[in-house]
Nanobody, 123 residues
Framework: QVQLVESGGGLVQAGGSLRLSCAVA????????VGWFRQAPGKERQFVGD????????NYADSVKGRFTISRDNARKTVYLQMNSLKPEDTAVYYC????????????????WGQGTQVTVSS
């Protein structure tokens, strides 16, 4: 079992920044990929980006590329999502998830999910 706890969400003005954290506990040796997703009201869950827990290589959705950065601190078992130049359309509940696959593609590839943290960007 793996447990995930997100934190760092809140209300921010457009153009501002937030950093989300995803603390990972449990059988972390099985983790290969950590992903960030978001879901806005009335919309489907959307991939934001991911990071290889082994190599640190990152991958981002086009909508956040250049504004969001994912990093990991393996010693602290924490993955971060630094969000800069936030826009109102970034408003959503943000989730982190972990996969035992090194080639996680799509929601179904992820095995454990956090409870989510709300990010609201005002215009």
């Amino acid at each position: 079992q793996v447990q995930l706890v997100e934190s760092g969400g809140g209300l921010v003005q457009a153009g501002g920044s937030l950093r989300l954290s995803c603390a990972v506990a449990g059988r972390t040796f099985s983790i290969k990929t950590v992903g960030w997703f978001r879901q806005a009201p009335g919309k489907e869950r959307q991939f934001v980006g991911d990071v290889s827990y082994i190599t640190g290589i990152t991958n981002y959705a086009d909508s956040v590329k250049g504004r969001f950065t994912i990093s990991r601190d393996n010693a602290r078992k924490t993955v971060y999502l630094q969000m800069n130049s936030l826009k109102p359309e970034d408003t959503a509940v943000y989730y982190c998830a972990v996969s035992r696959s090194a080639r996680a593609v799509g929601d179904d590839s992820y095995d454990y999910w956090g409870q989510g943290t709300q990010v609201t960007v005002s215009s």
